[in-house]
């Protein structure tokens, strides 16, 4: 059976920090994070981060076809040898943050997503895939865990913030697993997680414009220390009248004097409703 160390030695391997490389190198997380996506045999998976192809070829195994995302181009020869004759592959030198998910979904199904993703742009491929969430039914990714836990944190919570109230308001969250540090090479200085992300039918509340309820959030988050007041009428997202807003809080039973960690994702839906 090929390991990931296996295959790191036959190649000499050295992560680039420039890319946040961690290789996965316990073959049964990887396992454990194929099978939480529950693949069907008419499905297509999209890999972030495709590394050794140990994952890839799992994946590939059980899904109709398979886009691996690598952006490290030294990486691209050794997946090719890898996974050599599996026709269902589609190897791709890209970066996961340029990369439009709408163009893997074929026939209106929806796309599913995995990988060990880089923890230096977790939270942008977290926001880019809840952009795309109209193609993507579930998500299993490998997060660094105090980036988890922000993710799942509720209202009240000292890790709640911007990721996790978009994240309530359009995915339904699950932990998968605690990963060590030594399922890992380098083994990193931080503890891992892995969440399953399904994305809802519908977003938890209703809202008509996304952008100004994504940006409204932001604003609130964007100076914890600060009132809710204070935060959304000096912010770099939105530009409001005070009084206005003033008068919107007051007619939504939100006090004025709160800090933005403490609004729940409706509270959040209702201002931006009316901002």
Same mark, same amino acid.
């Given at each position: ?29 990887? /396992?454990?994070?194929?099978? @939480? ?5 008419? %499905?297509?998976?999209?890999? &972030?981060? !495709? +590394?050794? $192809? ?79 969430? /109209?193609?993507?039914?579930? @998500? ?5 865990? %105090?980036?988890?836990?922000? &993710?799942? !944190? +509720?209202? $009240? ?96 039973? &939100? ?21």
């Amino acid at each position: 059976m090929t390991t990931p160390r296996k295959i790191l030695d036959r190649y000499d391997l050295r992560p680039l920090k420039r890319y946040g490389q961690s290789f996965l190198v316990d073959r049964g997380v990887i /396992e454990r994070i194929v099978e @939480s996506l529950e693949i069907g045999c008419e %499905e297509t998976v999209i890999e &972030i981060g !495709a +590394g050794l $192809g140990i994952m890839t070829a799992l994946l590939a195994d059980r899904a109709a076809r398979v886009t691996a995302l690598e952006i490290d181009r030294r990486l691209l020869p050794i997946l090719e040898a890898e996974l050599e004759g599996r026709a269902n592959v589609e190897i791709l030198h890209r970066d996961v943050l340029e990369y439009d998910f709408s163009t893997a979904v074929d026939g209106g199904r929806k796309i599913k997503v995995a990988g060990n993703v880089p923890y230096n742009i977790s939270s942008q491929i977290l926001v880019r895939l809840i952009r795309f969430r /109209e193609y993507v039914y579930s @998500s299993v990714l490998m997060f660094q865990r %105090e980036l988890a836990e922000r &993710i799942v !944190a +509720g209202p $009240g919570d000292r890790r709640y913030g911007t990721l996790s109230v978009l994240t309530a308001m359009y995915l339904d969250a699950f932990r998968v697993m605690s990963v060590s540090r030594g399922s890992f090479f380098p083994r990193p200085n931080v503890d891992s997680l892995v969440l399953k992300l399904v994305t809802r039918d519908q977003p938890l509340y209703p809202v008509r414009d996304h952008e100004k309820f994504q940006n409204l959030v932001r604003a609130a988050f964007a100076k914890r220390r600060k009132t809710l007041i204070n935060s959304l009428c000096d912010n770099p997202f939105i530009t409001v009248d005070r009084q206005r807003v003033i008068a919107l809080l007051e007619e939504l039973g &939100i006090d004025q004097n709160r800090r933005g960690e403490t609004l729940t994702p409706e509270e959040f839906a209702a201002l931006a409703e009316r901002v």
